[in-house]
């Protein structure tokens, strides 16, 4: 995870490529037309799409010095520290490596208006139909499910409430949420909802995890 984290990877630079190279492409092969990863592990139809992306907003590409007190990581340079959305990606990985079922998707340039997932949604691959829910690793703190993504609900209260009850974690719906990826797909998906990962000040330099 530390690694991963040291690459500065706005969309369309080298370090992006090296980083996808390098994490991705071992696990996921090669990438879509625009740039997505995908990968199916379990049972055909999987129920549940599992998303982040690999585009971060660093206004530079390149390796950053990390500085790691206790269990807190932060960048050294100033810059943002990219936890949005390396912790995604890399949960993402954790969880295929376990096994478990799900439709993976690591998006590209979600950061730029959501490259990837827009053209996921419009070309609406024939496999989203079989899609109960979509969930993005690509939110701060630790207590949230969201259920409303740019004022507009993009998931139920009560799938929030089970889902948290399945985690086992004192998580709870939250209608504040902003774009992410999932947003794409709400009007195919059920429930598409984006849930806490445990970074905060995303995008400034005072970013950490």
């Not at 996808?20 to 990968?39: A, H, Q, T």
């Not at 340039?109 to 979509?134: L, R």
């Not at 139920?156 to 889902?163: I, K, L, M, Q």
Request: hydrophobic letters at 35%.
């Amino acid at each position: 995870y530390i690694e991963m984290l040291k690459y500065m990877r706005p969309e369309g630079s080298k370090a992006q490529r090296e980083f996808c190279k390098r994490f991705l492409e071992p696990v996921f092969g090669p990438c879509d037309e625009v740039g997505n990863y995908l990968v199916e592990i379990g049972g055909n139809p999987n129920r549940v799409m599992f998303s982040s992306h690999h585009d971060t907003v660093h206004r530079k590409d390149g390796k950053q010095e990390l500085v790691i007190k206790g269990d807190i990581v932060s960048s050294f340079n100033g810059s943002c520290l990219g936890a949005d959305c390396t912790t995604g990606v890399w949960l993402m990985l954790e969880m295929i490596k376990a096994g478990v079922p799900g439709f993976y998707v690591v998006h590209a340039g979600e950061e730029c208006g959501g490259i990837g997932s827009s053209y996921i949604a419009k070309q609406h691959p024939i496999w989203i139909d079989d899609i109960d829910a979509c969930i993005a690793f690509d939110r701060l703190g630790t207590e949230s499910i969201v259920t409303h993504q740019c004022a507009t609900r993009t998931a139920s209260d009560e799938f929030a409430v089970r889902f948290a009850d399945l985690l086992g974690l004192p998580m709870r719906p939250d209608d504040t949420g902003v774009y992410t990826d999932s947003f794409e797909y709400a009007h195919i998906i059920p429930e598409c909802t984006n849930i806490s990962v445990g970074y905060y000040d995303q995008h400034t330099p005072r970013e950490y995890q």
